[in-house]
């Protein structure tokens, strides 16, 4: 089954480590994107990539980085500059920046 | 992205159709909208969207006003399986996609 997946789905952070969230989709989907969304709240972008090996920030990425080395793959790294990292991260995938979005089940962050 | 404002909560009974309404006054002529739902602790869902004309499939109808400042997402017998956050956006080639905190429908029995 074709579909986006997100790995782990929950992630506990130690002070001043940095922990990386997996995001994978065989959707053959050129656009890809991360989302933060706290208790209540809706959904802030924090970066989205349109194609390999570029990639731009969204609303909230100061404390984040990413990578796009393959079409299939965003992992979104949390570093330790990010402050209050607990939150419910969702990735998402479109076949082109004006298409539906298909979302992961999302990566639940906590810190110790 | 145009913002979209939506009520905050709404219930519905079981097997009643559930119109989930969206202002969206300050949309441009190639926005379309879209919406999705998100059950607890979940990824969202697609679940339709349209630019003019009024648009169903297999989950829900979406309504959109002739001026297309404001739409109504039906869903024509909502069961308790539906009962989940639905966001109305936005949406027009640009990436940043404002989600909002939506409705909260709550389907009773």
């Known amino acids: 089954d074709g579909g986006i997946t997100q790995s782990p789905k929950y992630l506990f952070r130690k002070e001043g480590q940095n922990v990386t969230l997996s995001c994978e989709q065989n959707?053959?989907?050129?656009?890809m994107y991360w989302y933060r969304q706290d208790p209540g709240q809706g959904l802030r972008l924090i970066y989205y990539s349109q194609i390999v090996n570029d990639f731009q920030k969204g609303d909230i990425a100061e404390g984040y980085s990413v990578s796009r080395e393959k079409k299939e793959s965003f992992p979104l790294t949390v570093t330790s500059a990010q402050k209050n990292p607990t939150a419910f991260y969702l990735c998402a995938s479109s076949a082109s920046r004006i298409e539906k979005l298909f979302f992961g089940s999302g990566t639940q962050l906590s810190v110790l | 992205d145009a913002k979209t404002t939506q009520p905050p909560s709404m219930d519905c009974a079981e097997g009643r159709a559930a119109n989930l309404p969206c202002n969206h006054s300050?949309?441009?002529?190639?926005?379309?909208v879209y919406w999705y739902r998100q059950i607890h602790s979940q990824g969202p869902q697609y679940i339709i969207h349209?630019?003019?004309n009024n648009e169903t499939n297999e989950m829900a109808s979406l309504i959109i006003t002739e001026d297309r400042k404001s739409s109504t997402l039906i869903l024509p017998h909502a069961t308790l399986r539906d009962t989940a956050v639905y966001y109305c956006i936005v949406q027009t080639g640009a990436n940043n996609l404002f989600f909002g905190t939506g409705t909260r429908l709550t389907v009773i029995p």
């Open positions: 959707l053959n989907h050129d656009a």
């Open positions: 349209g630019l003019k």
């Open positions: 300050t949309i441009s002529g190639n926005e379309y």
